[in-house]
């Protein structure tokens, strides 16, 4: 691998000039936080879940983010109307596997996400990567085993797969559309310590998503942003909660020299 | 238009001492920020929508919140029979049209929540109102398209068509029952950068309808005190986070010389 | 009563090593905060609801969270399943009777769940298990009526007659499995002033209550957690929303000597 630069802030620059609707069908632990970063971000966030309304609402954005956090059937439905719609559009479409590996519920469903529309980011932690594969992991709630494979190749397999870039987050996260892949090692360890950090990743990817047609640039690009705000909150925080708020006032101001400076990217 | 003084500390008092219940069927995004924001002002949230409970809750309270940001149309049912219960016991009903003109699903359900239920105070931005007013405008999600209207007169015209008090949000808003017409110039441009200040702004103004009825006036007083802890939020807030904490504690302690001195009231 | 020490900080140490997986059916609003103290306790929440998975979830987790918040007939409904599968795993089931006394509906719901399934810790204010225990109040939303009965007696027997621990939160709080009763003096009265303190007291108890069998122990040692970050915060915070904020990073950092120092238990 070798040491790489991208132009996050030009992706983050046209995200705050051109402010897309980003559209979620997510769970309702994390959803405030979930809009909040995107607005953060200077992108404008939309939930909407009804079945009546999803397929139009996702027509007037720029991509739709679908999380199973607390997944119902019901809702399951609804995004695959939301993604049917999307897909139609052409506009990306995000998928958290948050919790795959935990009931055979989540796990039928992301399966039937994946084989009934389109996804073009699939997003998880290693184990839930893992399972979405067809490996054979157990998920711990929805906190992340790790798991011994090469969760690489893993990535690789599940994108050509696919056809979709996938993105594995962790201490390291790995981006790949099969025929690229990318290193993000940014971060910081207090990440682990609060309730929706994965979620307001996808967030994060998806709005990065709406700006730029390249899906893996665009999601390490997303990845790279939302975890060197994390870096410079951590500096001053005293705990977890704090730290939470810093990360959505820094994302507010990040400019162009700290992205260039602090990103630490692979390829 | 003239400046005036209106006495929101008096109301404000009066939310402390009686401590009336502010009954929410909302949405899912900022549901806590909007419960919290009654509490911090003295007052009691309660958040109940099973269709079971709703009647009987609404007679508990003193003011009813519908806010159809995550609307559904069960849900909107279940608004309904809380409104019913609401106009029966003479309590006010203040619907916030979030994201109306967005999907056919948001302007029909808005039509009939303003043609089956009394609605005592209707509120949105510019272009949400807009919509409601049978104006020919788009909604961009849930954010303000402004509009090249006059929604002064949009405001007077709808308040007067639907016999309730109309409130239109921005950068100045507008309070109006059609006999009377407040703007207020307090607020911040901070608070167009966090999720959940209009969800916010309607749980205010429904708190303080709950203790005034004049419902102009109680609107009136609800967006000064919101905009001017939004004020003196902004002054030591680094970012939208933070800014957002803060309007929570400054409604807190709010006093009567901070509030006399700085409104912007016109009529 | 005698002033006693119980080993609040070897249980907190227990769930930060062995990081027990707590299962909420919880209301919508105050969820993130529910998830974010177990979290911060060091331990992984769950919130999960669907009917379909809501038995495999509750095997994967070492404690049970129901809380009757925003509760609907169906929720309930995926409340007793997850109930069987929490009773027939022998993890405990906590039930917060949010509200109860408030509507018919919230009665019915509670008398279903102490009736139909196995509930371990029944935890609610003074009026909520008066309200339980059979005995005649009124709740006014959400929030607690102070009552004349002898709240001690009434734990009790309540405790008796379900055979389950029986929490009743205030300014004092009471825990009795009716052999041993607990009164727990710590709390600060901005506890009150902030919406989820209550929800987030039921879950801290709940991730006691996952790593030890005594629940009346656990129950006393979780409140005395909550509590005791509740006064650290208190001490640096200026308002309701900095000092919630502080709770959670106060858990977070709390250690051996702070919780046997501040601790105010009589038994």
Known sequence: MTRIKI???GLLEKIRKEKPVVHHLTNWVTIYDCANIVKVLGASPVMAHAKEEVAQMAKIASSLVLNIGTLTIDF????????????AKGIPVVLDACGA??????????FELLDEVKINIIKGNSSEIARIAGENVATKGVDA?????????IAKNLASQRQATVVITGKEDIVSDAKKTYIIKNGHPLMANIVGTGCMATSVIATFAAVEKDLSLAASAGLVCFEVAAEIAAKSSLGPA???????????????????KMQRVEV
């Open 242 to 260: 704090k730290f939470k708020e810093k990360i959505f006032d820094t994302i507010f101001k990040l400019d162009k020299k700290t992205l260039d």
């Open 7 to 9: 132009d996050v802030y």
């Open 145 to 153: 085993n790790l798991v011994n494979k090469d969760m690489i190749q």
């Open 76 to 87: 399951v439905e609804a995004m695959k109307i939301a993604a049917i719609s999307a897909n």
């Open 101 to 110: 590996g935990a009931t055979q519920l989540r796990d039928q469903k992301c």
